[in-house]
C-alpha cells in the first residue's frame, strides 16, 4: 500500500532557489531523455534504456538537487512512453514547458531522509 502526502511549504530564500533549480533540472532531464528517445527510435527502431546517471556526466549541474526525484523523473517518462505503446489513443509524451507545467516533483524515503518534526519537514538537500 502506498501513501501519499501533500503539503505546502513556506521556504527560505536558500530553499526556494534550490525548490527552483530542482524543477527546473527535472523538467530539463525529462525533455533530454524524451528527445534522446525519440532521436534513437527514428535510427534504429529500438526502445532507449537511458539513466540519470547517464547525464550527470555532461550536466554538472544534474549533481546539485535530488538524486531520487531524477530517478522519478525516469520512472515517469517510462510509463509514458510504455503507455503510449500499449494503447496510442494515449497519445505521445509531451515537452515539459517552464510555463505551462506544474512545478513539482517526486521523491521517495531513503534511510529516514525525509522528517516530519511537528510543524516541520525535512526533504533531501533542502536542510
Given at each position: ?9 513556506y ?13 527546473g533540472c ?8 524524451l528527445?534522446?528517445?525519440i532521436q ?29 526525484a ?6 515517469h517518462?517510462e510509463?509514458?512512453?510504455?503507455n503510449?505503446?500499449?494503447?496510442p ?28 518534526e511537528?510543524?516541520?519537514i525535512?526533504?533531501?538537500k533542502?536542510?
Amino acid at each position: 500500500m502506498n501513501i501519499a502526502y501533500r503539503f505546502r511549504i513556506y521556504p527560505t530564500e536558500e530553499q526556494k532557489i534550490l525548490l527552483g533549480k530542482t524543477f527546473g533540472c527535472c523538467r530539463f532531464l525529462y525533455n533530454q531523455m524524451l528527445n534522446d528517445k525519440i532521436q534513437e527510435y527514428k535510427k534504429s527502431k529500438t526502445m532507449l534504456k537511458n539513466t540519470p546517471a547517464m547525464y550527470k556526466k555532461t550536466y554538472s549541474f544534474l549533481k546539485e538537487v535530488d538524486s531520487l526525484a531524477l530517478a522519478n523523473v525516469q520512472l515517469h517518462l517510462e510509463k509514458a512512453y510504455k503507455n503510449f505503446f500499449r494503447d496510442p489513443k494515449v497519445g505521445f509524451p509531451r515537452f515539459k514547458s517552464k510555463h505551462h507545467s506544474k512545478n513539482s516533483y517526486t521523491t521517495n524515503v531513503v534511510n529516514g531522509n525525509i522528517l516530519v518534526e511537528g510543524n516541520r519537514i525535512r526533504l533531501p538537500k533542502l536542510k
